[in-house]
């Protein structure tokens, strides 16, 4: 219905900003993300979704026109409302959270305020194949990645170290370097561990 605004920014909080459209404020939610990208000029513009409950009409406000693509695409998913999805996009980037569905990665999904694993297993569930689809990633890297886990996992199993410690570790070096090899998502857990 409202599908942009571009017009003076009069109020800018990190979760809503206020537009003067020719006269008109309209007050919009934003997620952290879109905060950081708002320019300091006075205009701006803004892609927007308009969320129509029976009490309220809720203008959610977007610096990029990917990020409200991934926010719709949350709101499909049942057990996420507008408030979770702009708490997934305000927590991750547009990219992280991306990745994190196309690979599987519900410990990222679910480390969000507001997501528990049931429901961070149905979003990737639910979005795995669009996600790939739409944004064209190659489910071969993204495996690739997960195969380095796994081994690199299994060969600090066989090397004695507890399985849930080793798998906080590994994860966390992942995370930090997601083009690690083997050896060296090996070597800095041993560092760690």
């Not at 149905?122 to 739409?134: E, F, G, H, N, T």
């Amino acid at each position: 219905m409202i599908a942009h605004l571009q017009g003076k920014l009069v109020e800018k909080n990190p979760t809503e900003v206020v537009i003067d459209c020719n006269g008109v404020g309209y007050h919009v939610n934003i997620s952290l993300h879109t905060y950081s990208l708002l320019p300091d000029s006075e205009n701006i513009k803004l892609f927007t979704y308009l969320q129509i409950k029976e009490d309220a009409h809720i203008l959610f406000g977007f610096a990029e026109k990917s990020e409200r693509e991934i926010f719709k695409l949350l709101l499909s998913v049942s057990g996420i409302g507008a408030g979770i999805a702009r708490t997934m996009l305000s927590s991750l980037e547009p990219k992280q959270i991306i990745h994190s569905i196309a690979s599987g990665d519900v410990a990222t999904i679910q480390s969000i305020k507001g997501i528990g694993s049931k429901t961070a297993q149905r979003a990737i569930l639910d979005l795995k194949d669009k996600v790939l689809k739409v944004y064209d990633l190659d489910e071969v890297s993204i495996s690739q990645d997960n195969t380095n886990k796994d081994e690199a996992l299994s060969a600090l199993e066989v090397l004695g170290f507890n399985r849930k410690l080793a798998e906080k570790t590994v994860e966390k070096i992942v995370k930090e370097n997601p083009n690690a090899s083997i050896e060296n998502i090996i070597k800095l857990a041993l560092k760690t561990l």
